[in-house]
């Protein structure tokens, strides 16, 4: 395993991160129900192999993932690691909720302290809640009685919003999500290197833009196996990271064993300024095509649902996504018929649909808009769920 310094902070910090959003499932990939047992053998096998950070949040897995790392961190493993989780902005109302989230946290996570705790999804509503409710101060008492060792947020909203936050307080980390399509929306390229500036840690979260890196358009991929350079996409997606000066971490959320080999792998192989000129010119063609192809920016966050009326919501925009393509061969027919078949397959009838294990294609929506204040991309998502079906059952393009 690699290590680089976390900012500020004193810690020699893994450059593979677990993010514990994105735990293994069930058997079927729609049931957000963890494989606890896999799980808590994951997080073991990473922090076996060097691992030494790991980020969980209150509402990840619908509020299982810090129960689940509670247990994986028994047995002498909580002392191993850099262990991060997140106030739960959203439902913080008044200053009494810190201390009412926090203390059921530390319970969840069987642990006395956090090495960082965060202010979950800043935005400009949630910031104005850590002003109004003084929850800095609260942030600073816990860290006086030892059970927070460093202060930080996760971010999602406009670069302005971004700085005026970074300016308000002298903070130990921040959490971004970037990537390499990422550099100009939210805190973004200019964000980075001004968090960076100040001496704070910066952990990465999203890399691989909720799986869509993984998966090249096929002119991406075409691009990437003619390139001198051999690696997978994810693999490309995780160096164009790590050759960053300015990034302290990489969170990955990594929901097979096999995905994090395939991390783990990688890792060992990073190192800043690595990236040749060539290799990044070849990321910078794949961006332009990526470009062409992204129909909605979903990144699969899951922070949407559960959804009332039981849609699917990232489920729905992914297929809409793999869809966006324009078939060549037989064999990109087949997986264009696939995809639409997929889309097929979700219920399409709201006495049908499983409210447990959200199965519903776009058109369930009734167009409530309880998703549309938790969407850190700002997606107009009823909007977009109408032309998704559109797109998917009768072959209009409407994006
Ligand atoms: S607006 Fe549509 S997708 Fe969003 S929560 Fe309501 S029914 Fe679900
Ligand atoms: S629609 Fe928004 S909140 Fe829902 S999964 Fe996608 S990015 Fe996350």
Not at 32 to 57: F, L, Q
Not at 244 to 251: F, I, Y
Not at 272 to 289: A, F, R, V, Y
Request: hydrophobic share 35%; glycine share 6%.
């Amino acid at each position: 395993m690699q290590y680089r310094q976390l900012g500020k902070i004193d810690f020699k910090v893994s450059a593979l991160g677990f993010g514990a959003m994105r735990l293994p499932s069930m058997k079927n990939p729609l049931d957000p129900r963890v494989d606890e047992k896999e799980a808590i053998r994951m997080i073991r096998h990473a922090i076996d192999s060097g691992v030494n950070y790991i980020d969980t949040a209150w509402p990840y897995h619908l509020g299982a993932s810090e129960k689940i790392l509670g247990k994986a961190l028994l047995d002498g493993y909580r002392e191993k690691v850099f262990l991060v989780t997140k106030l739960p902005m959203f439902l913080v109302n008044k200053q009494e909720d810190f201390g009412k989230y926090f203390h059921a946290q530390l319970e969840k996570l069987q642990t006395d302290y956090v090495d960082c705790y965060l202010f979950h999804a800043l935005n400009e509503k949630n910031f104005n809640k850590v002003k109004d409710f003084e929850l800095i101060k609260e942030m600073e008492k816990e860290r006086d009685a030892g059970r927070i060792r460093n202060i930080g947020f996760s971010f999602h909203d406009t670069l302005p919003v971004f700085k005026k936050i970074i300016d308000f307080y002298d903070w130990d980390l921040t959490q971004i999500q970037y990537n390499y399509l990422d550099t100009t929306v939210q805190a973004g390229e200019e964000g980075l290197k001004y968090a960076a500036e100040k001496g704070m840690a910066v952990t990465i979260m999203e890399p691989l833009k909720g799986g869509m890196l993984a998966k090249p358009p096929k002119e991406a991929r075409k691009l990437l196996e003619a390139s001198s350079v051999k690696r997978t996409p994810v693999d490309w997606a995780l160096q164009y990271l790590w050759n960053l000066p300015e990034v302290s971490v990489v969170l990955s959320g990594m929901s097979t064993g096999e995905q994090l080999e395939q991390n783990l792998e990688s890792a060992e192989k990073s190192g800043i300024g690595k990236l040749t000129e060539e290799e990044n010119g070849t990321i910078n063609s794949i961006i332009s095509i990526y470009r062409e192809k992204i129909l909605v920016p979903c990144t699969a966050c899951q922070y949407c649902m559960p959804c009332p009326a039981g849609v699917n919501i990232p489920e729905n925009f992914a297929l809409a996504n793999s869809a966006n393509m324009k078939p060549e061969t037989l064999w990109d027919r087949i997986m264009l018929f696939n995809t639409k078949r997929k889309y097929r397959k979700l219920a399409s009838n709201k006495v049908k649909v499983n409210k447990t294990v959200p199965d519903g294609n776009a058109s369930l929506c009734i167009e409530c808009g309880k998703c549309l204040s938790h969407c850190p991309q700002t997606i107009a998502i009823p909007d977009e769920l109408k032309k998704v079906h559109q797109f998917l059952r009768y072959g209009r393009n409407e994006f």
